[in-house]
């Protein structure tokens, strides 16, 4: 049979086919490249080589020939899509037709037999697992009913169809095999990434010993050195677990690219495949615009040393750096300076930098960021090629054919993203968001505000940061007002290994005094504040300083504070009052943001009523500030939006306590507010004359101390599974708590780490609201039937979408505030609509019509 016979993918709607063999190739030539950051090019072309072998196989030849229509022809055991009346025999036969557990047993046949040669047992049985899920998902090796890895690769031959394929595999494809099978390099370059990781974490555990053995001078001795042990080998596994996702990466990515490619017109022209802007060019715009900025002020004079230490910085070469500079000091322009200057030093390297990734806390401040950097460094010639924004969710995880087609690769030189979506690239479920992790191999990767990183997420964070700076060649940037001490969290299960020399900031202590512009006053009180008295003071305030901004903890307690002030002034008042909140699309936000900076720059009376979005990130400058208790950190961040130019001496900003704000729903708050509460105590009872410095360095770190001794057992993200209490670490490391089958290396739960992660605690969903031009994007949605032109529209309706906790999504459903979508004219991909109804043009999204709109929204 000819090689051209044996089809992967078939056309929508025309009569066109693309061979087994010519996808092998393709995703072959991807993969390694994908791979080749870590040096493991060669594996990464093997995994392309093999990973569709079952496609060769009669049964799925039949059922792919059968098909009249565009339909998932990748995934094997889910469920399908909607199909024609035609399709419904071959389609039940389609759930069965494995063709990933081939390529799996393959390569487990020609590697996994030396029991002896733990090293390459451990790279087969991580190259079998990858290849066996890289359409659904990575598999747990074991569970209590035994060794789920080796049924895999037992699986019966009549169903594998291995003996089969092995017979028709092209005479290109098997000779590419067998060279790298036959080569020494291409299985030793993993042998030694292993041992790579292995002697890393033997050094951390001999380290730990050592320091036991001059502490520990009683009979726990021994048994604190198990623990010891025990841990360094759960190191070892996470960084293994860590190796195996990344390949799994490159090799989910190579094959989606592919696809796209054959299937979808335009896709391959438009693909830029890191054939961005060069660096200098970028370096360039960015020195050019920074020289417009004068050294005028002594505010902008410090702003110009931190830009100019951090370009200063680049010459270190790769590694891990942290940026403790007081908010309002410039850092998002000045470590995008570092980045750019240390990319384009390394063009002459075997592998040059490619990617600078940009992590946000929120999507909220993304928007800011991401238009001021895009200005700067894109020209019309490269409109849409240098910055990508990639940060909301409004695809299903559980993605269909069609949704394939949208999502996104980070496929630029500078991209933009959330905690959330850069989270969910290391450590969920399915095969979405896992493309992007090899993209930060080698990458420069910025972290604002670092000090949002839930706490949960703490060891898994450190763990894959390391792996990824030790073995993928990365550069991590830790910048803050209020460094997290994530260096000093427990060894044992992983910290950031990071020290004092790392920091970019000469004299961090000189700097904050130098450009410290706001006083903190400690005005909780017994019993709290009601919203009255609230408003009162935020009045009181606003004709003393002009501009007032007020930032509390909850949706509601901002809403009733907005409306009490509104009908206090009377209506032909010259003082303009504003609201924000993240039930606030992008677009709506901007608008808001647009006004407020205009009343700003006019010195007009102004009092903005806020949630946490108006904190990190935001570019604005009030007169003073009030600022519901809370973490240290939120306090710095809504203090950075008060006399940011520093036009007077210092501003006051004030700390209060409303009464009736519920933060049983927002538990980092609620801690964060704790541990506040404590130092603002300890600083009471100890001040000499009300003149201590709340926010001092000294006093900052004090409260991470507190803050996180106090949240410690939280760090290795918790969790409920069958078998009864667990951790996302343990899942992902020894899986200690399911036997391990006598001879498996490989030990992770990866499915039900993959299911049971989430970044926050109740996960969010996108949905599109019609505000301005959102609802015409609506209307173009449910028309529109090219998934090209789909993608680009779900990309610009991220500017109108508000992400909504599942609380607040079931009762919109209940009452009918949403609907779904259905996209590219196939009923299969669907997004979440927001009823126009449901949309309030000063609130934002509503849980009730607007004609019924209740104040209370919790």
Known sequence: MDQTEYIAHLRDKEPRSQSVEKHLLETAVLAKRYASVAGLGGIGELLGLLHDLGKYSSDFQQYIKSLSGFYDQDHDDDSCSQRTEKNKQTLSMKGKIDHSTAGAQFIWQQLGCNKKDWIKLTAAEMLAVILAGHHGGLMDISSEGGDLFLKRMKKEDGKTHLTEVATKISPEVRDRVDKRLASCVTISKLKKLILNIKVKEDAITEESLKDLELAADDGSAKLKCNEIKTAGAARLWFGLGCLTKFLFSALVDADRCGTIDFCVDGAAEARQNSNYTGWSILSERLERYLSHFSADTSVNRI????????????????????????????????????????????????????????????????????????????????????????????????????????????????????????????????????????????????????????????????????????????????????????????????????????????????????????????????????????????????????????????????????????????????????????????????????????????????????????????????????????????????????????????????????????????IDIKAGRHAAERVLNELSLNAEGGKEDILSLENITRYFQYYFYERRQEMRYNVETDHGEDTLWNLLSLNVKVPTPPGRKIRQAFATAGNLFNVIDAPTKGVIVQYREGEELVNQLALEDDPSMVKKLLHKAQRFSVNVYPYQFDALYECRGIYKQSLCGAGCTEVWILAREFYDDEFGLSMTSIGKLKLEVT
């Open 303 to 666: 702003r110009r040393d931190i830009s100019d230490s951090c370009r200063d910085a680049a010459q270190r070469g790769r590694g891990i750096f942290t940026l403790t500079v007081p908010t309002g000091g410039g850092k998002t322009l000045a470590s995008m300076r570092f980045a750019l200057e240390l990319a384009k030093r390394s063009v002459d390297d075997a592998h040059p930098i490619e990617r600078i990734i940009y992590v946000l806390p929120y999507t909220t401040i993304i928007d800011q960021n991401a238009a001021k950097t895009r200005e700067i460094l894109e020209t019309e010639a490269d409109r849409g090629k240098v910055v990508l924004e990639c940060h909301s969710n409004l695809l299903e995880e559980n993605e269909t054919w069609e949704g394939k087609l949208l999502s996104e690769n980070w496929d630029a030189p500078v991209v933009f993203t959330t905690n959330v979506q850069f989270l969910e690239a290391l450590f969920s479920g399915g095969t979405r968001s896992i493309r992007r992790m090899h993209q930060m191999a080698g990458s420069i990767i910025i972290f604002d505000e670092i000090q949002a990183l839930p706490i949960k997420m703490v060891h898994l964070f450190c763990g894959a940061l390391n792996f990824l700076l030790e073995q993928c060649g990365a550069t991590v940037l830790l910048c803050t007002a209020t460094q997290p001490l994530l260096n000093g969290v427990s060894k044992d299960y992983g910290s950031l290994r990071y020290g004092a020399e790392d920091e970019i900031i000469p004299d961090a202590r000189m700097l904050f005094d130098s450009l410290k512009r706001v006083e903190i006053k400690d005005c909780t009180k017994i019993g709290g504040y009601s919203i009255g008295e609230l408003g009162d003071m935020a009045i009181e305030k606003q004709q003393e300083f002009i501009s007032i901004l007020a930032i509390v903890n909850t949706t509601a307690v901002a809403r009733k504070l907005y409306v009490d002030i509104r009908s206090k002034l009377e209506a032909e008042s010259a003082v303009s009052v504003v609201h924000l909140s993240a039930l606030m699309c992008p677009d709506h936000r901007k608008v808001v943001l647009d006004g407020i900076n205009e009343r700003l720059k006019a010195v007009k009376p102004i009092i903005c009523v806020s949630t946490q979005v108006m904190e990190a990130g935001i570019d604005v400058d009030f007169g003073s500030g009030i600022r519901s208790l809370a973490g240290f950190d939120s306090i710095v961040q809504a203090a950075g939006r008060c006399n940011r130019e520093g036009q007077k001496a210092t501003a006051p900003m004030f700390i209060v306590n409303p009464a009736d704000e519920n933060l049983d729903r927002l």
